[in-house]
């Protein structure tokens, strides 16, 4: 009887299945135990931030000091892939990862030159070493092997080749054909040349070598040997071939660029998961410029100052440049601090807000008349920036100065609550240090960043709609799913948001493109229509921070200027110090003062002063001063009503005796009177007016049947003091002298001033006690209701 053996009890069939699962199990087992080294997602790569053409601007290596940036096959030229594939394995996408065809040539020319010439490793072969470290021996090929086909058993070929991209060695700790086009070409792997792609095929061979800023000769030869077997493939014609040799590697090695370094460094924590390069919007070129012109404008200023500058394309909101520091990393300059995002005090630059929004709400049109005359609120005393006062102004006039007095009043009209919560939901979070809604805000009693003053003033040229700023572009290398930070940071800013009508918009930056630029007597803006610039200037208190910010059809620009540590820089002022740079900018910028276009809705119209109405509604004789004003949805607003006396009627009416040509009212007139009426201008403002225009000229005297001469004479009298008097402090007392107010007659209440600043009102004869606080010349001033004035000068020494 036959004895049975294995081959004969079991087909072959089913041998070599149970040999194949017996070494498959083998190979699974040694795969779960020795897993392969794929980087992954969570692996710091380097980071590059670059602008909107893919030119770098700062870039941060990884844990590990390497360079390597992260990268698609998207990403990189076809021109590199095509050198790279057929120089190093043409038939990479055939073979298992091994090339017998290779290694059988590479084995042949070894034995023949007597020395390793050629390794045949393919591109898989190469991922998996530098994946895998190993000796230069046959046992260290094997193991290459082995973990080659590990390679390709777990990846496509796709993914085996952009890993290839991404790690390759490119001489000392660069790493990958970004990190590697970034360092030796200033360009994004996307955008290469045939003679640059070529070089960066050849240099992984031996990177060291043939480092291009080290020895350009040599890694010129390898480059043309790639392009000479171009030729051989017939892959590239002779032309491009010629073409290519015609370029010289030069010994150029550039340094990592560190432009827009603190927005990179902002960018790059914001969006922590996004791979590799992150492309912002910035103009390169632009960014670079005001770099270099910034740090040397503020080589002219005291030490410790720095600057910032944002400019922003309103069309789009892409930010086009961002100067955080006017020297980074210079400690003296708090080079670190960036001063885009810092907190400080806007000064004036909230007025254009506070108008537009007036305008409306239909308090005010452009040319509505204001008061600027001392004034306070409680406690609260602000003066002008020029220490004076200028009686009658315009919205625009006021704007245009800049007057302290005039926005308060207009502050307090339209309501400190309601001004700040516009200004909330237009998207600028303000900084109030009590938290309380006061007069204050208007003068820069709030904090604000540039970055949210520029947003805000960008509305100017966007129909009255603010929009988020744009940093990012919205193609990013992001993860399968991104997290709700990184989609926040590349979606487009399309969340518009109401500010003001388009019309109000247009009104005010048209008032604020009246103002001359700095050094010059007539607005630049005044030469042609088609070339406007509005801007406005800000001073926070104590010279803290100078403010200039601009905005045309096409750009927005803020800027800032101060000591990062908050400490004063006296006499720096924002159009002194903010107002130069500005405009500096701004000639540097192509068709930067183009006009903003004007909608519908809007109208000029001749008003007068006093009443603020149309011309044409009222009579010749009440209209006393005229001006041209602009006019939104024909709303035109009066003149708001006299705050000493806003029971009276504007125009007032009053009644004359025929006979004696005297003034009446109802309780004494006679028969024969007749009514007249009179438009009156503000008490306060009465001694600021022309003699004409005041209450004394305007409204004829009362009749002695109307009130007694004791109790309200014409004249009015200040008879407590005489002018030229000089007061001392009493003997052997360092206090000041005080002093009693009393004046009489007059019509009304008597309204006292002392230097230009109102003190307080009293009914005729009333005495008040004045006590000085500081020695010097004052001028008294008492003004009746009637605009009847006396004044006398004292001394107190």
Known sequence: MKKLTLSTRYPRTIR???ALGIIGFLCAGLDYFYPLNLPTDDDLFARVVVDSNGRPLRAFPDSKGVWRYAITLD??????????????????????????????????????????????????????RLLHPHSRSFSGKFYQMLRTLQLEWHLTKTEILTLYCNIAPFGGTIEGVQAASYTYLNKPASDLTRAEAALLAVLPQSPTRLRPDLHPKAAEQARNKVLVRMEHFNEWTQAEIDEAKIEHVYAVHRKPQR?????SRRLVKQARQLKGTVKTTLDGELQRALEDYVRYYVEGQPDKTSAAVLVVDNQSNNVLAYVGTAQFGDPARF?????????RSPGSLLKPFLVAMALDKGLIHSHSLLSDTPRHWGDYRPGNFSGGFSGPVSVTEALQRSLNIPAVNLMQQFGPADFNARLQNAGLQLHRPNGQDNLAVILGGVG????????GYSAFANQGQSRPLRYFQTTQNTPRKPTQAVANATRAPNESRYFFSPQAAWVTQNMLSEIPRPGSVHSISALANHEKFAWKTGTSYGYRDSWAIGVSRRYTIGVWIGRPDGTANPGASGRSHAGPLLHAITDHLDHARQAIAQ?????QREICWPLGTLKHEQPDAHCHKEHLAWIINDTVPPSWPDRFQPLITNPMPYWVDRESGMRTHKHCEHGHSAAHSAALWPLDL????????????LLPSLSPSCAPLSANSREIKINSLQNGSLYSSPANSSELPSIALQATGGEGLHFWYVNGRFHHRAPAMASLNLTFSERGAFQIVVVDSAGNIDKVSIEVR
């Open 16 to 18: 070599l299945a149970f």
């Open 75 to 128: 990403d990189v030229s076809p021109l590199y892939l095509d050198a790279l594939l057929n120089y190093e394995d043409r038939r990479f996408w055939y073979h298992p990862g091994i090339d017998p065809i290779a290694i059988t040539r590479a084995a042949i020319g070894n034995i023949k030159h007597q020395r390793i010439v050629s390794g045949g490793s393919t591109l898989s072969m190469q991922v998996a």
């Open 259 to 263: 432009h827009a370094p603190l927005l």
């Open 335 to 343: 080079g670190h601090v960036d001063m885009v995002q810092a907190i």
């Open 448 to 455: 604000l960043t540039l970055e949210d003053l520029v947003r």
């Open 599 to 603: 909608p519908d809705g809007i109208t």
């Open 686 to 697: 009465e001694a600021w007016l022309a003699p004409r225009f005041r209450r004394s000229a």
